[in-house]
């Protein structure tokens, strides 16, 4: 047995700060409701760090709760 699920509306932002010329502090959050906006689903927050080496490569680290 399936139960189906409705739509759901996404929605959130994310901010960046760039603390040094390479290196850069990540934070994003986005919510989760149904369609009509009635019941709240689901809440993500993350925040991370990027270090620019060079013009073609980035290493970043975040974590998601």
Known sequence: MSIARG???RFG????????????LEFEAEARAD???TQFETLLLEGGLAYQ?????EVKSGYRH
């Not at 603390?19 to 850069?24: E, G, I, M, V, W």
């Open 7 to 9: 739509q759901e509306t």
């Open 13 to 24: 932002g994310k901010l960046d700060l760039e603390t040094s010329k390479d290196l850069t």
């Open 35 to 37: 369609n009509h906006f």
């Open 53 to 57: 080496i060079n013009d073609l490569f």
